[in-house]
């Protein structure tokens, strides 16, 4: 059914779904917990009654944090009752999520024990900053407010119908200057993109959320969609325990990235000597049926490789400023070579060979960043960045890519500028250029052979490694440079003296 | 403790065990991707019957490092 705003999923599915489960999580190794439909509207309508008690409805909420079930609580809490939801990357260093706290203007913010560290930094860095919730704290202290308090406080219902215009969510998405950039996403963008088209996927579909939650990807098809049809969702606490989980939640549908998919693949395959149905049960469970692939390229073969196990893959193409579907697979209509269908809420066309999107799932705009909103949307249309073309039935084809971003295979996308100017700002580093090789982020330095020779360093090579290892510490996971080239002369330059990427 | 954990890498990457080394990066020598190094960190936890915090793990970088970071959970344990 199509819901207009993000409330509207919640209240139909609980009406449908009840007393069922919504969310399965561990409390222990072999331990689970669920949330029925019921619980989570009323915690999260708790939540809002909390953020209207701290007198911050409409305001906006930070959350930080791995997919957990006080997370969910927390965006459906914030969204619902008119407030803007801020889901930060947990992996970020202190510093940036405190720029990105203070850049959205956030009063609130709910945090997650595992980054500590943040509150007290956030207090100091954040002036506009005025409540800190503790995921875990049992009781409310001087350092923050706690949860589980706040619900128990502010039990009621909250019966506001948001405006489905209205902006609800602002997600960061790597900006191809190297700062990045805040979507903005109204109720309408996120309710319709996840309930516009009918996948034909049962109710009580049993959903592994794996990825990370503060991705559009994430918290729109495996929450808010998996939601919408009543799914079953499971949390996975590790990336670390991904085999574990399929053993202990028996999932029947994994959302996943490409490098993921290829990994398990591996998996696949190295079962050798058994009946291909045996194998898929041994690395997935007996009820696993499906995959859906998004986030970045997958290479085709995986389609069959998959299929020769009765696993479908259905692929998907899209980005944070759609909210994020542009295009998806379905299971009845698969094509190889095109990343699925347009969404029923999308149309296209191409312009100088790049894809242009327009439909109700397209951002308001960059929070704060007029210059950037007008250089990517026109007359509602929005520029993909990538090349490619529609068909006439509706089939998206990609061709390449017209904007400097790195995409890598777990969907992340990195700005080879931000660490250009990172890794450049060493005396060291005369010139460099930050592409992706063969899986991972390539840094090529030209060193100033002066500075060295003044400072008699006399192994570049160590010296420069060494850099890369300093900046590494600091920098999430997807960010790291793990090959380093070095160039004996300058880069090639254009006319305006930047170095020629291509 | 690092024969065992040759054997293991082995299952992950294709390199011959005999050019694994105490101070073989996984990401940059070895050629392991993000996620086949947290699978593997998964079965290490199996292995070895230890419980591994994945923010604790993002700073292992070489073999010997992850030989050091189990021996001391194992004393933990």
Not at chain 1, 1 to 8: A, D, G, V
Not at chain 1, 117 to 128: L, T, W
Not at chain 1, 268 to 293: M, N, W, Y
Not at chain 1, 438 to 455: C, H, L, N, R, T
Request: proline letters at 4%.
């Amino acid at each position: 059914m199509l819901c207009s705003n993000i409330r509207q999923i919640l209240v139909n599915s609980e009406k449908q779904f009840g007393s069922e489960d919504a969310v399965r999580y561990k409390i222990a190794k072999n331990a689970i917990e669920s949330k029925s439909y019921t619980q989570l509207k009323q915690d999260s309508e708790s939540f809002s009654c909390a953020l209207k008690a701290l007198g911050e409805q409409g305001n906006h909420a930070a959350v930080i944090g791995a997919t957990s079930y006080p997370w969910i609580v927390s965006y459906f809490g914030i969204v619902n009752c008119g407030s803007v939801a801020v889901p930060l990357d947990a992996s970020l260093p202190a510093e940036e999520l405190c720029e990105l706290i203070d850049r959205a203007d956030v009063t609130v913010l709910v945090l997650d024990d595992i980054r500590k560290d943040v509150a007290s930094m956030a207090k100091e860095r954040c002036p506009k900053l005025k409540y800190l919730i503790s995921m875990q704290k049992e009781e409310s202290d001087e350092e923050a407010l706690s949860f589980r308090q706040l619900l128990e406080e502010n039990r009621g219902t909250c019966e506001d119908e948001p405006d489905p215009d209205k902006l609800c969510t602002i997600m960061f998405t790597s900006g191809t200057t190297g700062k990045s950039k805040g979507v903005m996403l109204t109720q309408r963008n996120l309710a319709e993109n996840a309930t516009c088209l009918d996948m034909k996927i049962p109710p009580r579909t049993v959903v592994l959320s794996v990825l990370p939650i503060h991705h559009a990807y994430c918290l729109s098809m495996d929450i808010l969609k998996g939601l919408s049809l009543g799914s079953v969702i499971c949390i996975n606490d590790s990336l670390i325990r991904v085999a574990k989980n399929i053993k202990l939640f028996q999932p029947n549908m994994i959302l996943m990235v490409p490098l993921m998919i290829e990994s398990m693949a591996r998996k696949l395959e190295e079962v050798s000597g058994l009946p291909a149905a045996l194998v898929k049960r041994q690395v997935f469970g007996k009820d696993f049926h499906t995959i859906c692939s998004g986030g970045a390229y997958l290479p085709p073969a995986m389609l069959d490789l998959f299929g020769r196990y009765g696993i479908t893959i259905l692929q998907g193409y899209g980005m944070t400023e759609c909210a994020p579907v542009i295009s998806t697979t379905v299971s009845w209509n698969i094509r190889k070579g095109s990343v699925g269908q347009l969404l029923p809420n999308c149309e296209a066309k191409t312009v100088d060979e790049e894809l242009w999107v327009r439909g109700s799932s397209v951002m308001l705009g960059y929070y704060k960043m007029p210059e950037e909103t007008a250089a990517a949307l026109e007359d509602g249309w929005l520029k993909t960045g990538d090349l490619g073309y529609v068909d006439e039935e509706g089939f998206v084809y990609l061709t390449g890519r017209k904007k400097n971003l790195i995409i890598t295979k777990n969907g992340e996308n990195v700005s080879p500028e931000e660490l250009e100017n990172k890794i450049g700002e060493y005396r060291l580093v005369q010139e460099i250029l930050v592409r992706e090789k063969e899986g991972v982020i390539e840094a090529e330095i030209y060193p100033d052979y002066e500075y060295a020779k003044k400072k008699h360093i006399k192994d570049i090579r160590a010296a420069l490694q060494q850099l890369i290892d300093e900046y590494n510490q600091g920098a999430p996971a997807y960010k790291k440079v793990y090959s380093l080239k070095i160039r004996e002369t300058e880069f090639e330059k254009n006319t305006s003296r930047k170095i020629k990427r291509y | 403790m690092f024969e065992q954990l040759v054997n293991i890498i082995c299952n992950y990457v294709e390199v011959e065990p005999e050019n694994i080394h105490p101070e073989s990066r996984f990401m940059e020598d070895l050629g392991f991707t993000s996620f086949d190094f947290m699978s593997m960190l998964g079965e290490l936890e199996e292995e070895f019957d230890v419980e591994i915090e994945q923010h604790e793990a993002a700073d292992i970088r070489t073999v010997q490092e992850a030989a050091a970071y189990l021996e001391k959970l194992k004393a933990e344990a």
